[in-house]
């Protein structure tokens, strides 16, 4: 059977013999892949042409709510991938890595879409001043490329390492071309079959190459985006690809690395934190048969404790069954293939020119279930170098299956210098109930590496652990591990938009972004805007306030309700040295009058103020001082219904800009308040 490819619309098998695909567990043939012969320029202008707008005409809502309903659709249907999954020699606590973690990506990217606008683009940051009178400013807009992600996955992960890239260009609005590893690739081409299925992406959002496609980089262009995760060696060619280079496309690697995991010089063996440590690296070396580009491969140990560790280590390891992953109490399942069965044994080789193996032989296993005689059986593997500053190999190969090395150091500062040694990973662990030694440990070596966890007794009931990247973190390192960076949050969607400076008047800014700012032109409206629906209000809309003078009584007023006593409001014996020339009124009663004299008290479609953004009090206010307020539409966010019984509402911004009797702003803060829509229908 040939696996078929998703492109252009329709599935479609690739020409010639392509990649024979066995089970990792008993060596069947399950499937051949194949990507010859497809025309991959149509390819990709077919995602830039019918993908790539139909994206980006959609809101950063809209798409946050299409990858939620992705990930519901999936989630319901997650045991039909689980079979597939264990042919790969994934237990089921690995595949549910793979297949649930995966869809945990989708919700997280459809959770962040609250972070940005119900719009096709992203405001970023603040306005700046370029001139001197106010009239001329600068902004940035961000913007969807209008390009497509290619995304060349490595075998490890077939659905977690296309559901944690597609996410992000998804939520950012740039469609996906996914090419995973041709091994695994059937499980990759088993989700794709229900996504499309679903109907829930628009068409082109998603196509799938399952087999080799050696050509495919040649035809990028400036507008899209490359990532890559899998061998360093592999990546820094691609990433000197004549195409990338002419046209400046950005480029992504996540390289495999030599993660370290770092016993802390404070912990002794009868501490929570040295049993959390071994359970920890003995988990790193067996789940995913240890084949994960986090895992960790060099375990540092004060030299007095390494003796404890290793045994403590043994101990667990001997206690791994490894077999079948369908067979109960399975621990550990295979390598993905037997070629690469054969690569991790020639890293060892290499890795025992220096170091000994203390626990482990490369070519004997007990393994669980029946006809596995032609699987990818290899046993957990514990060797131990003694002079980890000496023996640089020991930091250069990495044996890309369940393989550790123990190395000892002699302070803090040397083990900093050893985890370094591995020229940049993605993740190091420092497992330690001492947070200066963490502290210390975090500034010497975070240049190195992409993550560090922080591992104690206070958060190891909730910590996932050394292995396992965040959605809303940065997964990347730099140096051997690629000097990329995925997820990330707001800071991954980012990477698939493209950022430009606007310069313009206030006005012209204020209606581009659709953000009101400061300066620009007010349209003050003949009804309260409290009095507004949301749909009613515009930007820019400004209510003009009537006017207070401020009294000696009411900064006594307001002390005696706060019980601010503070000597500034109190005490005019007590002022000299400071900036203030008699006793000032209170920061926050400047801003509390300000909402007397805004609000509306009347009912209306204002339902509550839930919170207050970016406020300054720029002058001092004195007794004697008549102030008054301009309430202004700073922004709009439409929200969605959490309920039938839900009002239809949305958040609007308001600026509050409060002035002095000289026009002068003495305070200036953003109130967000819920509005309603005047169709309740929603």
């Known amino acids: 059977m040939k696996l078929e490819n998703y492109v252009s619309g329709k599935w479609i098998v690739g020409d010639g013999e ?140 077939p659905i977690w390492g296309m559901l944690e890239k597609i996410a992000v260009n998804l939520l950012a609005g740039v469609p996906a071309l996914v090419k995973p590893s041709p091994i695994g690739s059937y499980l990759t081409q088993a989700m794709v079959k229900e996504i499309i299925a679903s109907q829930i992406l628009p068409e082109g959002a998603l196509q799938l190459l399952c087999g080799d496609a050696h050509d495919l980089i040649n035809h990028v262009q400036s507008q899209d985006v490359v990532t890559f995760t899998g061998s360093a060696a592999t990546g820094k060619l691609l990433r000197a690809n004549k195409r990338i280079i002419e046209e400046a496309v950005p480029f992504n690697m996540e390289a495999d690395s030599l993660n370290a995991c770092v016993l802390g010089p404070d912990v002794m063996p009868e501490d929570p934190e040295f049993d959390l440590f071994v359970k920890e690296v003995q988990r790193e070396i067996t789940v995913k048969c240890g084949q994960k580009c986090t895992a960790v491969r060099r375990i540092l140990v004060p030299e007095d404790r390494l003796e404890d560790v290793q045994i403590a280590l043994a101990n667990r390891l001997a206690k791994t069954s490894i077999g079948d992953p369908r067979l109960e109490g399975v621990r550990m399942g295979s390598l993905a293939s037997r070629e690469q069965l054969e690569r991790v044994k020639a890293s060892i080789k290499q890795l025992l020119s220096t170091s000994e193996m203390v626990y482990g032989q490369v070519d004997k296993v007990e393994v669980m279930g029946e006809g596995v005689d032609k699987g990818a059986w290899i046993s957990p593997i514990l060797l131990r170098n003694l002079q980890p500053l000496k023996h640089q190999n020991i930091h250069e190969v990495e044996a890309f299956g369940p393989v550790s090395t123990l190395m000892p150091y002699k302070d803090l500062d040397e083990a900093i210098a050893i985890s370094k040694m591995g020229k940049g990973s993605l993740v190091s662990s420092f497992a330690s109930y001492n947070d200066e030694h963490a502290r210390r440990f975090i500034l010497g070596a975070a240049s190195h590496h992409g993550r560090i966890l922080v591992l104690n007794r206070d958060c190891a009931k909730e910590s996932t652990g050394h292995g396992s990247p965040m959605p809303l973190l940065s997964h990347g390192g730099p140096g051997r591990a690629g ?200």
């Not at 972004?513 to 349209?523: A, C, I, N, W």
């Not at 509306?600 to 001092?620: Q, S, W």
């Not at 439409?638 to 019984?645: D, I, L, N, V, Y």
């Open 18 to 157: 392509g990649t024979a695909l066995y089970d990792a567990v008993n060596g069947k043939h399950i499937a051949t892949a194949s990507a010859e012969g497809l025309d991959y320029a149509a390819i990709l202008k077919y995602g830039r042409e019918v993908g790539n707008p139909a994206l980006r005409k959609m809101t950063f809502h809209e798409r946050g709510r299409m990858l939620k309903a992705l990930a519901f659709h999936l989630l319901e249907r997650k045991k039909k991938f689980y079979e597939l999954s264990y042919s790969t020699g994934a237990t089921k606590t690995d595949s549910w890595i793979d297949i649930e973690g995966g869809i945990g990506n989708l919700f997280a990217y459809s959770s962040l879409r609250r972070q940005f606008p119900d719009e096709s683009y992203y405001v970023d940051g603040d306005y700046a001043p370029l001139s001197k009178g106010g009239s001329f400013i600068g902004h940035h807009i961000m913007v969807p490329k209008e390009g497509v992600a290619v995304h060349i996955n490595a075998f490890n992960f």
């Open 483 to 682: 000097g990329g960076e995925e997820m990330g949050g707001k800071r991954g969607v980012m990477h698939y938009l493209q950022r430009t400076a606007i310069q313009g008047s206030p006005t012209s800014i204020s209606h581009i972004t659709q953000v009101y700012q400061v300066g620009g032109r007010q349209h003050e409206t003949p009804q309260h805007l409290f009095r507004m629906h949301f749909e009613d209000l515009k930007v820019g809309d400004t209510v003009i306030t009537a006017k207070h003078t401020v009294t000696e009584s009411d900064i006594t007023n307001f002390a005696n309700v706060s019980g601010d006593n503070f000597y500034a409001h109190m005490d005019a014996t007590s002022l000299e040295g400071t900036i203030f020339e008699q006793r000032v009124a209170h920061g926050y009663f400047v801003l509390s009058k300000a909402a007397g004299l805004f609000v509306e008290a009347k009912k209306g479609p204002v339902l509550l103020n839930y919170g207050i953004e970016d406020c300054r009090f720029t002058k001092p206010v004195y007794p004697g001082m008549t102030i008054g307020v301009k309430l202004t539409v700073k922004q709009k966010i439409a929200q969605e219904k959490r309920s039938e019984e839900d009002v239809v509402k949305g958040i609007v911004k308001f600026l509050v800009d409060v002035y002095d009797e000289s026009g002068e702003t003495v305070a200036i803060a953003t109130i967000l308040t819920m509005v309603k829509m005047r169709n309740q229908e929603g």
